[in-house]
């Protein structure tokens, strides 16, 4: 382990915070059973409180002390963990994580995530670690230590620099019931299709509730206003293109037409535009297959009313 993992442990045992890398993107971690250090990381991203987090551990063991797994809750933890795959189910009474962090819900989110440096550190603190994204609430998520220093630089106690995130984009939410029904809370890294191929199909959730907050109208946004499904761009327009060489002062998402590389690219290249000045990024036509499903709903988002 190195000496700054054990920093960063150290960091959060005291009650503050480390932004960390993970394979989908950084998180704003705290301790999870920590009320205040809770408290910090809504007031750190500026975040409404009704909005709960994730708590990430180290395995499928440790998940089980803090959430009632039900068979198919289990079975997606190890075929998923460690990855990018959240799962909701409900909350033991017995867990120390803080009310703060589920914001009064009686379920809990827990994620086991593979980056070897937020294994290292769950490792080094021992303890569930909540991490939102590390970006300002509603804006566009981080994939780069740079982008986490950007929105949130002197508000955070250390940032561990582990390089681009692989995937890009956060993880895929399931919700298991106690009766084992399955419901898609986010599109995410993994695609529907391949959590299907465990649960059959997925259910939608209650339009009515805030079943996900990230499913708030406006998020993940840019400061530029969004077009999307662009064939071409207006004068004046930035272009993000994808399965084509974008034109002078755009870029692509991925010139092969290659989702996972999309993916990747999604938050990098919208912050990229935006700091290019441009008033509008107008957005180039997603296939909605594979992951196509939830890049099109993080653009979406980002091109919602504000
Ligand atoms: O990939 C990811 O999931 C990243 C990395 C850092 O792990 N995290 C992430 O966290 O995207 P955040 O806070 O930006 O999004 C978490 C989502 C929110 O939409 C929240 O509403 C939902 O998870 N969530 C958390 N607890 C929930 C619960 N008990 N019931 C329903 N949704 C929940
Ligand atoms: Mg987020």
Same mark, same amino acid.
């Given at each position: 382990?190195?000496?700054?993992?054990?920093?960063?442990?150290?960091?959060?045992?005291?009650?503050?915070?480390?932004?960390?890398?993970?394979?989908?993107?950084?998180?704003?971690?705290?301790?999870? +059973?920590?009320?205040?250090?809770?408290?910090?990381?809504?007031?750190?991203?500026?975040?409404?409180?009704?909005?709960?987090?994730?708590?990430?551990?180290?395995?499928?063991?440790?998940?089980?002390?803090?959430?009632?797994?039900?068979?198919?809750?289990?079975?997606?933890?190890?075929?998923?963990?460690?990855?990018?795959?959240?799962?909701?189910?409900?909350?033991?009474?017995?867990?120390?994580?803080?009310?703060?962090?589920?914001?009064?819900?009686?379920?809990?989110?827990?994620?086991?995530?593979?980056?070897?440096?937020?294994?290292?550190?769950?490792?080094?603190?021992?303890?569930?670690?909540?991490?939102?994204?590390?970006?300002?609430?509603?804006?566009?998520?981080? +994939?780069?230590?740079?982008?986490?220093?950007?929105?949130?630089?002197?508000?955070?106690?250390?940032?561990?620099?582990?390089?681009?995130?692989?995937?890009?984009?956060?993880?895929?939410?399931?919700?298991?019931?106690?009766?084992?029904?399955?419901?898609?809370?986010?599109?995410?890294?993994?695609?529907?299709?391949?959590?299907?191929?465990?649960?059959?199909?997925?259910?939608?959730?209650?339009?009515?509730?805030?079943?996900?907050?990230?499913?708030?109208?406006?998020?993940?946004?840019?400061?530029?206003?969004?077009?999307?499904?662009?064939?071409?761009?207006?004068?004046?327009?930035?272009?993000?293109?994808?399965?084509?060489?974008?034109?002078?002062?755009?870029?692509?998402?991925?010139? +092969?037409?290659?989702?996972?590389?999309?993916?990747?690219?999604?938050?990098?290249?919208?912050?990229?535009?935006?700091?290019?000045?441009?008033?509008?990024?107008?957005?180039?036509?997603?296939?909605?297959?594979?992951?196509?499903?939830?890049?099109?709903?993080?653009?979406?988002?980002?091109?919602?009313?504000?």
């Amino acid at each position: 382990m190195t000496r700054e993992i054990e920093r960063a442990a150290d960091i959060l045992r005291a009650g503050d915070l480390v932004v960390f890398p993970t394979e989908t993107v950084y998180g704003l971690g705290g301790d999870a +059973t920590n009320p205040r250090a809770v408290a910090r990381i809504y007031d750190a991203k500026q975040r409404p409180s009704f909005n709960p987090l994730i708590a990430h551990v180290s395995d499928l063991e440790t998940a089980e002390r803090h959430g009632m797994l039900h068979a198919r809750a289990r079975a997606l933890a190890e075929r998923f963990w460690p990855g990018p795959l959240t799962l909701v189910v409900k909350r033991r009474s017995e867990s120390p994580i803080a009310e703060l962090a589920c914001a009064g819900l009686d379920t809990l989110a827990l994620r086991a995530p593979a980056h070897p440096m937020a294994r290292a550190l769950l490792a080094a603190f021992g303890g569930p670690i909540v991490a939102p994204s590390a970006n300002r609430s509603g804006h566009v998520s981080a +994939t780069t230590a740079a982008h986490a220093h950007a929105d949130l630089g002197e508000r955070v106690d250390l940032i561990l620099d582990g390089g681009a995130c692989q995937l890009g984009l956060e993880s895929t939410i399931v919700a298991i019931a106690d009766t084992g029904v399955a419901t898609l809370l986010r599109a995410g890294a993994i695609p529907r299709e391949t959590i299907e191929a465990i649960t059959g199909a997925l259910s939608a959730p209650l339009a009515a509730s805030i079943a996900a907050p990230g499913m708030m109208e406006s998020h993940y946004a840019p400061r530029a206003r969004l077009r999307l499904n662009a064939a071409d761009p207006q004068p004046g327009e930035a272009y993000l293109a994808f399965g084509a060489t974008a034109p002078p002062g755009g870029l692509s998402l991925s010139q +092969t037409g290659d989702l996972v590389e999309a993916a990747a690219n999604l938050y990098a290249h919208l912050r990229a535009l935006d700091a290019s000045g441009a008033d509008t990024i107008a957005v180039a036509p997603i296939p909605s297959d594979g992951l196509g499903e939830a890049i099109r709903d993080r653009l979406a988002r980002a091109a919602a009313p504000r």
